[in-house]
């Protein structure tokens, strides 16, 4: 399926997307997209339905074909203080605050957002997956985020963050058991061992 080149034509829309917000550990990760309505590509699709590597390949396409792109993160900590819900919509605001032409409407994945500075906004659910703005978003911050998961998994080898990039595998679960939690895990989750997650 094609995906769609806007919401509504003639306007300029950024697509916006979030990565991380399910992790037990490290950062939310937003990236915020504008692309030339004629813009294309046969790969560009959902990032989750991508390969690593056909994800690396788009991220260079979009980074070096966008009329505008920016990353926002929110830190752990920042997780910890406002909660998980409230730090993606702060990293969805720096993304879209990076951005170096102002978007005239915001295609949102999902089905929650805080308005951003007056700026009109559509959410749209599974929106990664139908239009090409928010696709290009996904990408970017997936791959941002991947890349910054296997910087601290040198520093913490034993969460397998290098493969499960800080989601709740078994492997990291079993992790938390045997080590506890480090810096970079989101305290305010709930991810302490108990006997039901260990059976």
Request: glycine share 8%; hydrophobic share 40%.
């Amino acid at each position: 399926m094609k995906l769609a080149a806007f919401y509504t034509e003639g306007r300029l829309e950024a697509g916006v997307d979030e990565a991380g917000r399910g992790c037990y550990a490290g950062p939310v990760v937003a990236a915020a997209v504008i692309l030339d309505p004629s813009f294309s590509h046969p790969l560009l699709n959902d990032s989750k339905k991508l390969s690593a590597e056909n994800r690396t390949k788009l991220r260079d396409v979009i980074e070096g074909s966008a009329l505008a792109y920016a990353i926002g993160k929110a830190t752990v900590e920042e997780i910890d203080s406002i909660n998980i819900l409230q730090a993606t919509y702060l990293a969805m605001h720096r993304a879209i605050e990076g951005l170096k032409q102002k978007p005239e409407f915001l295609l949102i994945d999902g089905n929650r957002f805080k308005v951003y500075k007056g700026v009109d906004h559509a959410c749209l659910v599974k929106g990664d997956g139908r239009f090409a703005s928010i696709a290009a978003a996904s990408i970017l911050a997936k791959t941002e985020r991947d890349a910054y998961m296997q910087q601290l998994a040198d520093e913490f080898p034993q969460y397998d963050w290098k493969n499960n990039k800080g989601y709740g595998t078994l492997k990291h679960r079993k992790a938390i058991e045997q080590y506890g939690l480090c810096k970079y895990h989101r305290k305010s989750f709930s991810i302490l061992p108990n006997p039901t997650l260990f059976p």
